[in-house]
């Protein structure tokens, strides 16, 4: 077994997939549309498709749909960087929200940061120094 793909609803296709290739550095890696069951779909991830083992997320927009109430058990997605304070100073320079700024985390020494994509998705970014 292996993880596929998160889906997170999307009230604007083209807003979401800039913010996750533009601002976060992410590959579209195929999209469908499904015009007679009213909604699109967008896949995005860090390789070059799911053959590779990477985890995507599968961004759907439903027609007609422009906004969604966020979940109270919705968390985050986490996402490995090797410089969180770059990645910040990236992601602000492409016009992205960074809702908590790089530092350690609180009682430890891990090195996070938040941002925020444009339906109000958090995400972590988790320092990992490569080696």
């Known amino acids: 077994m292996r993880f596929l793909h998160t889906m997170l609803r999307v009230g604007d296709m083209q807003r979401s997939i800039d913010f996750y290739t533009k601002v976060l550095g992410m590959n579209l890696l195929r999209t469908t549309e499904r015009p007679e069951q009213k909604y699109s ?3 995005v991830g860090f390789g070059k498709g799911n053959a590779e083992g990477q985890g995507e997320i599968e961004l759907t ?3 007609g749909v422009s ?3 966020m979940g ?3 968390g985050h997605i986490a ?11 990236r992601i602000k320079a492409a016009g992205g929200n ?3 700024e790089a530092g350690p985390v609180k009682g430890g020494t891990t090195v996070i940061a ?3 994509d444009p339906d109000g998705y958090k995400i972590e970014l988790i320092e990992r120094k490569p080696g």
């Open 41 to 43: 779909l967008a896949f």
């Open 114 to 116: 938040f941002v925020q």
């Open 98 to 100: 960074v809702t908590r």
């Open 72 to 74: 109270g058990a919705y």
């Open 61 to 63: 927009c439903n027609h």
């Open 79 to 89: 996402i490995e960087v090797p410089d969180a304070y770059a990645a910040c100073d």
């Open 67 to 69: 906004s969604y109430e």
